[in-house]
């Protein structure tokens, strides 16, 4: 076969392959990133509608300022941050791009032991470093009536932690609302639907911070 031919082939083969993967980027730009809430109840949404919890909540207000994003709520009522460590493959899933972690409250109300808390909080960020996965920390305070040397210990783990592993740090998740009778439920623990939106408002920045870093992942 004459060589002007073969290269007109060659050229056409090209020239396809170059039009198919323009055509496949749109489609991957575009594809949701996938947010997985890891807490406890003040994640699940205890006492609202599902609509109402905190992973709805700020993934309605994401996409409203133009975030293609999915949020799974992986809150679990009650959990600890060992009970984190334990179900932490199953809860963050293959496919997940980054975690809100926001577990401890339940530690710090029992009065565990900071240094348990900070093991299991390791490990837990440990794995997800491992998995190339990004994070948000959203601290948690200990109850004001414990100890001073308790609070002073339970309340350093979270910007330890965060700094640690470089993670995207919120000091305390629930900021604004503790407190405020008009912002909690009749048990003074979780908050109402307004209080949800209150915290959704402040944690927000961090949010789109996270999903900048997805982005640049996404880049890499």
Excluded at 32 to 55: E, K, N, Q, W, Y
Excluded at 64 to 84: K, L
Excluded at 130 to 155: K, N, Q, S, T
């Amino acid at each position: 076969m004459p060589i002007q031919p073969i290269l007109r082939i060659i050229v056409a083969i090209a020239c396809a392959a170059i039009s198919l993967t323009c055509q496949a980027w749109p489609v991957a730009a575009t594809e949701p990133i996938r947010i997985v809430a890891l807490g406890d109840s003040l994640t699940a949404g205890t006492g609202l509608p599902h609509s109402a919890a905190f992973p709805a909540r700020l993934e309605a207000a994401l996409r409203a300022r133009g975030h293609a994003v999915e949020i799974i709520n992986a809150g679990v009522s009650g959990d600890t941050t060992s009970g984190g460590v334990a179900r932490l493959d199953s809860s963050v899933p293959s496919g997940t791009e980054a975690v809100i972690l926001a577990l401890g409250a339940n530690d710090g109300l029992r009065g565990v032991d900071p240094n348990t808390t900070r093991s299991a909080l390791d490990r837990i960020l440990r794995r997800l470093h491992e998995r190339r996965i990004a994070v948000l920390v959203a601290g948690m305070y200990a109850p004001r009536h414990m100890r001073p040397d308790y609070v002073r210990a339970f309340d350093a783990i979270f910007p330890h932690l965060a700094a640690t592993y470089g993670a995207i740090f919120y000091p305390f998740f629930l900021d604004g609302v503790v407190g405020n009778r008009a912002l909690n439920q009749g048990d003074g623990v979780h908050p109402t639907a307004a209080g949800v939106d209150v915290i959704v408002g402040r944690v927000l920045p961090k949010a789109e911070e996270l999903i900048a870093r997805v982005k640049v992942q996404r880049g890499s």
